[in-house]
């Protein structure tokens, strides 16, 4: 047990639609990390949160957005679904804010989002 | 872009050592070596790192090449708990912080 949790497990939903991932990090961590991982294009991230505010983006789209709230859960709203958004998102944390390059990324089981 | 190259796939016998190498010729003198794996239907998980020595954990071992181009992570005696994909990352200081950037590793199976 890695200590992130993330909620909910499975989601299924049709195209148009909007949905919230929410990602708990462990006691203790101030950073927040949100990766998307597809078949066919791996993991690849997608932002990443430090004690409230964006520190690092990667390829995300227009169409989603994060946050980390004062209690530093965090939770990744996807919109107007489509379903080549069909995916596991994956929630890390760490406990800096990136920039030690010796730091430790522990990874949430992930949510798995079905787009129908 | 991810900085490292590592084969697609390898395979190995239970109870065997097996070594999978990555390349990073592009390695700055501040960058960490990490491995993390990725169990079937799990998050990442964190293995070993290292800059310029070689480590050891109870998990695996890390050799890093001398000119730090490229490094080896060593399990002693694989399990068919050990088949997953590895990945070597490389990370670099900026900032702004900095991301994982993960390439699509090394896909392990272990024969029993």
């Known amino acids: 047990d890695s200590g992130v949790t993330q909620t909910p497990k499975h989601l299924i939903t049709a195209t148009g639609q909007r949905v919230t991932l929410r990602c708990s990090p462990r006691s203790g961590d101030l950073s927040v990390y949100w990766y998307q991982q597809s078949l066919d294009q791996g993991l690849q991230f997608l932002i990443q949160y430090y004690n409230g505010e964006e520190r690092a983006k990667g390829n995300i789209l227009e169409r989603f957005s994060a946050q980390q709230f004062p209690d530093l859960h965090s939770e990744l709203n996807l919109s107007s679904l489509e379903l080549g958004d069909s995916a596991l998102y994956f929630c890390a944390s760490s406990v800096g804010g990136g920039a030690a390059t010796n730091e430790k990324l522990f990874f949430g089981s992930g949510t798995q989002l079905s787009v129908l | 872009d991810a900085k490292t190259t590592q084969p697609n796939s390898m395979e190995s016998n239970e109870e065997e050592p097996v070594h999978l190498p990555c390349n990073h010729s592009t390695i700055s003198g501040t960058d960490y070596i990490h491995w993390y794996r990725q169990l079937p239907s799990q998050g990442p998980e964190y293995v070993i790192h290292?800059?310029?020595s070689n480590v050891n954990n109870r998990m695996a071992s890390l050799a890093i090449a001398e000119d730090r181009k490229s490094s080896t992570l060593i399990l002693h005696r694989a399990t068919l708990r050990d088949a997953a994909v590895y990945y070597c990352?490389?990370?670099?200081?900026?900032?702004?912080?900095?991301?994982?950037?993960f390439g699509p590793g090394t896909r392990l199976s272990v024969l029993p």
């Open positions: 990352i490389l990370r670099f200081a900026d900032n702004y912080g900095q991301n994982f950037v």
């Open positions: 290292g800059l310029t």
